[in-house]
Protein backbone atom coordinates (compact mmCIF):
# COMPACT_ATOMS: atom_id res chain seq x y z
CA UNK A 1 0.00 0.00 0.00
CA UNK A 2 2.66 2.86 0.60
CA UNK A 3 4.50 1.62 -2.12
CA UNK A 4 1.57 2.80 -4.34
CA UNK A 5 1.21 6.11 -2.67
CA UNK A 6 5.09 6.81 -3.20
CA UNK A 7 4.26 5.74 -7.51
CA UNK A 8 1.42 8.50 -7.11
CA UNK A 9 3.57 10.98 -5.39
CA UNK A 10 6.73 10.38 -8.43
CA UNK A 11 3.48 10.82 -11.49
CA UNK A 12 1.78 13.75 -9.74
CA UNK A 13 5.02 15.39 -9.16
CA UNK A 14 5.66 16.80 -12.43
CA UNK A 15 2.20 18.82 -12.75
CA UNK A 16 2.38 20.03 -9.70
CA UNK A 17 5.53 21.41 -10.50
CA UNK A 18 4.07 22.73 -14.23
CA UNK A 19 1.39 24.33 -12.06
CA UNK A 20 3.30 26.34 -9.95
CA UNK A 21 5.43 27.82 -12.92
CA UNK A 22 3.45 28.52 -15.33
CA UNK A 23 0.41 29.48 -13.14
CA UNK A 24 0.99 30.39 -9.73
CA UNK A 25 4.26 31.87 -10.03
CA UNK A 26 3.12 34.59 -12.80
CA UNK A 27 -0.14 35.36 -10.26
CA UNK A 28 2.83 36.55 -7.75
CA UNK A 29 5.00 38.00 -9.90
CA UNK A 30 1.55 40.42 -11.62
CA UNK A 31 0.93 40.71 -7.98
CA UNK A 32 4.10 42.14 -6.76
CA UNK A 33 5.04 44.08 -10.42
CA UNK A 34 0.92 46.26 -9.42
CA UNK A 35 2.82 47.53 -6.70
CA UNK A 36 5.73 49.03 -7.95
CA UNK A 37 5.81 52.81 -9.30
CA UNK A 38 6.19 52.69 -13.44
CA UNK A 39 8.42 55.73 -13.90
CA UNK A 40 11.57 55.75 -11.93
CA UNK A 41 11.74 59.73 -12.17
Known amino acids: MKKQFNK???Y???AIIGT???IVYPI????SLSFK???SS
Do not use: V
Not at 28 to 31: A, S, Y
Open 28 to 31: IKTI
Open 12 to 14: ITP
Open 8 to 10: AYL
Open 20 to 22: LLF
Open 37 to 39: SGS
